[in-house]
């Protein structure tokens, strides 16, 4: 029984381990093919190709300027900013109205220069004055003219002269300043408009007193109108609802009493008895009538109803109106006017007018409507002269002041040319006194030394001189026409000599851009072509190949085509991207941009290969080395490849030459 079991036992074994083995066989390829890359490729084909060359390059001007100053000044204010087209003239910044920092440094050194000097001097003239008695006088006077320059001022002669010149242009201009202010000042007042708008002002005025009295009186005479009128305009009322209510009553009493005869007759005639209601002659027993008489009676009354109707019917509404439709106040109303005012009084606040009340008060309607026309008008044309009048006084104001300028600059005047001449005084004073001194002391040590002083202070004063004929005016203005690429400096700080206060870029002079090829690449294009411009969607740009030159990194192997821009888009600054060649050729090989792969060994593709195996295919990824002949958007020309070959386009996972790859189509 143990064999026995021990054989099924083996046998269900290997029965088991058979029909696992079939099933590995037979779906061995699905399991592999499920943990390989999955890959898409492409047959090789031939076509046309349109080889294009792309490069990305920045826009250079070819020809800018700095603007810049001569000397060391602060900066007002900024009057450009980066990018606006300028004009030679324009203003592109102002200037603080103050020496440069170059001519006050030079200013004190002469000043410092000739202090020493004058101390020197004096000190050289003290010393020969002991034994020179014409060195003595000379040396009194110029220290008398020393002292009398002093009184006016502690410049130097060279820095009081250029001082007088200065105010006495300053002085000049201001006098026309105060002239234009003055004109200015004398035209505002005598100003046409102004003038006929206060005769308007005038004028209103007048016309609003004249309409207040108006107004005023008539109020008067309405106040005595409305005193007579309204208790005969009560009285109306009474009298309306009185004479109405009467009638009304009347009518009332005599259509009764004719009902009441009418059904008398109509009952003693029905059955043939007389009830005694009416007399021997069918009248109303208690009034004597007949129906005849009372029905004439009614068509009289009638009459007088609608006649009476035409002359108060609205006055006896308005009655009952003010007193609610009760009949019963109405007749107390009408009894006493005085509880009728009171109740008109209360719903109206006013009581209606008689027609020479309503006239003063339509006259007063209107006098207001003109009051207020003319108040309106009056407050335009005193706005006008309100604004003239503050305008007016602000040129006033201004004439007195440009007056105070004139005036200080007078003053400057006087003092510098009462300076002026006593620096001439002391320059004689000095040059006498040197000549003797020198003369007295020829050959002495510190008579060299004032010589060579004196010598250094007419250099330095020729340097002050140039410092100031070459002194930048207030205002910068641009040498050139074209476009601010660059601002340097800001507003409030100071700016250096030949410093690059900003950049112009010459639009005239043109723009170029470069754009680094291989040497096959720049066979493909010919001087003159023209290039698309593939990141800037306008066309306001130009690119035109001017030349092409030698690559400067890449010398001898590369070469850079240069481009000339053109248009109102170009800006200096700017990447470009550019594409170009159009020439058309036939290829056998053309293969998708994404086939191709590149390493250290050059251009290659991965062909898939199709191997035999007892399991079936099995597909290996190999490596096949090309050579790119030209390139659009989307395909290669190569060389190296075979018409049936099928090449690699993507992959799900990186691969390599000899990986094993599933495709697409397999599944």
Same mark, same amino acid.
């Given at each position: ?45 031939? !076509? ?8 990305? !390059?920045?826009?250079?001007? /070819? ?12 900066? $007002? ?10 004009? #030679? ?43 020179? $008695? ?12 020393? @002292? ?6 502690? @410049? ?6 250029? #001082?007088?010149?200065?105010?006495? =242009? ?27 708008? *206060? ?25 005595? #109108? ?9 009285? +109306?009322? @009474? ?16 259509? *009764? &009493? ?11 005639? %029905? ?41 108060? +019917?609205? /006055?006896?509404?308005?009655?009952? *109106? ?7 106040? %109405?007749? =107390?109303y009408a009894a006493d006017t005085q509880l009728l005012m009171q109740a008109i009084r209360d719903q109206h606040g006013y009581i209606d007018s008689s027609e020479e009340v309503q006239n003063i008060e339509q006259k007063i309607k209107d006098q207001e409507r003109e009051l207020d026309n003319a108040q309106t008008e009056l407050s335009y044309y005193q706005g006008k002269v309100d604004d003239f009048e503050r305008r007016i006084e602000r040129l006033e104001q201004n004439w007195k002041d440009e007056q105070a300028k004139e005036s200080a600059l007078n003053d400057e005047v006087t003092n510098l040319t009462a300076a002026s001449t006593a620096a001439e005084t002391l320059k004689t004073a000095q040059t006498a006194l040197e000549d003797k001194v020198f003369e007295t002391s020829l050959g002495d040590s510190a008579s060299l030394d004032l010589q060579n002083s004196? +010598? ?21 203005? #641009? ?27 010459? =639009? ?30 306008? /066309? ?10 030698? /690559?400067?990194?890449?010398?001898? &192997? ?5 481009? $000339? ?16 060649? *159009? ?27 199709? +191997? ?10 190999? $490596? ?32 390599? =030459?000899?990986? &094993? ?7």
């Amino acid at each position: 029984m143990q064999k026995t079991k021990r054989r099924e036992w083996v046998k269900t074994f290997a029965i088991i381990f058979l029909v696992i083995l079939l099933i590995l066989t037979f779906f061995s390829n699905t399991i592999m093919n499920r943990s390989l890359p999955e890959v898409a490729a492409q047959y090789v084909e031939s !076509g046309t190709i349109n080889a294009k060359i792309r490069g990305t !390059g920045t826009v250079s001007a /070819d020809e800018t300027y700095d603007v810049t100053i001569n000397q060391t000044r602060k900066i $007002r204010s900024v009057m450009v900013k980066v990018g606006d087209t300028v004009s #030679a003239g324009d203003t592109l910044f102002v200037l603080e109205a103050a020496d440069s920092e170059e001519l006050k440094t030079a200013q004190q050194e002469l000043s410092d220069m000739e202090l020493a000097y004058q101390k020197s001097l004096i000190e050289a003239g003290n010393t020969t004055a002991t034994e020179n $008695r014409d060195v003595q006088k000379l040396r009194d006077a110029y220290n008398e003219a020393l @002292a009398v320059l002093r009184l006016y001022s502690n @410049a130097d002669p060279t820095q009081i002269t250029m #001082a007088l010149k200065t105010a006495e =242009a300053e002085y000049k201009a201001q006098q026309l300043v105060t002239q234009n202010a003055n004109e200015e000042y004398q035209a505002a007042q005598t100003d046409k408009e102004y003038t006929e708008a *206060q005769a308007k002002v005038t004028e209103l005025g007048t016309a609003i007193t004249t309409a207040e009295t108006a107004i005023e009186t008539l109020k008067e005479q309405l106040a005595t #109108a409305q005193g007579t009128s309204d208790q005969a305009y009560l009285d +109306k009322l @009474a009298k309306a609802y009185t004479v109405l209510r009467e009638e009304y009553l009347k009518r009332e009493e005599l259509e *009764q &009493q004719i009902e009441d005869l009418e059904s008398q007759t109509f009952m003693t005639t %029905a059955d043939g008895t007389d009830d005694g209601s009416e007399d021997e002659e069918g009248g109303n027993p208690s009034t004597g009538a007949t129906l005849e008489e009372l029905k004439k009676q009614l068509k009289d009354l009638n009459n007088d109803i609608k006649r009476d109707e035409i002359i108060y +019917k609205d /006055d006896y509404n308005l009655m009952l *109106q003010y007193a609610g439709q009760d009949h019963h106040v %109405a007749a =107390a109303y009408a009894a006493d006017t005085q509880l009728l005012m009171q109740a008109i009084r209360d719903q109206h606040g006013y009581i209606d007018s008689s027609e020479e009340v309503q006239n003063i008060e339509q006259k007063i309607k209107d006098q207001e409507r003109e009051l207020d026309n003319a108040q309106t008008e009056l407050s335009y044309y005193q706005g006008k002269v309100d604004d003239f009048e503050r305008r007016i006084e602000r040129l006033e104001q201004n004439w007195k002041d440009e007056q105070a300028k004139e005036s200080a600059l007078n003053d400057e005047v006087t003092n510098l040319t009462a300076a002026s001449t006593a620096a001439e005084t002391l320059k004689t004073a000095q040059t006498a006194l040197e000549d003797k001194v020198f003369e007295t002391s020829l050959g002495d040590s510190a008579s060299l030394d004032l010589q060579n002083s004196k +010598k250094a202070i007419e250099a330095k004063k020729k340097q002050v001189e140039e410092l100031t004929a070459n002194a930048d005016g207030q205002e910068v203005k #641009a040498n050139v026409s074209g476009k601010i690429s660059a601002i340097n400096v800001t507003a409030g700080n100071n700016a250096g000599a030949d410093t690059a206060l900003a950049t112009i870029t010459v =639009a005239d002079r043109g723009y170029t851009l470069r754009i680094p090829v291989t040497a096959d690449q720049a066979k493909q294009v010919t001087v003159g072509d023209v290039a698309t411009i593939t990141n800037y969607y306008s /066309d306001d740009i130009t690119a035109t190949l001017e030349s092409v030159a030698n /690559d400067p990194q890449n010398p001898g &192997q590369g070469k850079m085509l240069v481009f $000339r821009l053109t248009g109102d888009g170009v800006e200096a600054g700017a990447n470009l991207t550019l594409s170009i060649g *159009q020439r058309s050729a036939n290829y056998d090989c053309l293969i998708p941009n994404s086939a191709l792969r590149n390493d250290s060994n050059g251009d290659f593709v991965l062909v898939v290969v199709a +191997k035999s195996t007892p399991l079936g295919n099995r597909y290996v990824a190999t $490596r096949a080395s090309v050579t790119v002949l030209a390139k659009d958007d989307t395909k290669a020309a190569v060389t190296g490849l075979a018409s049936g070959d099928f090449v690699i386009t993507t992959s799900s996972a990186p691969i390599e =030459a000899g990986s &094993q790859v599933r495709l697409v189509d397999n599944g």
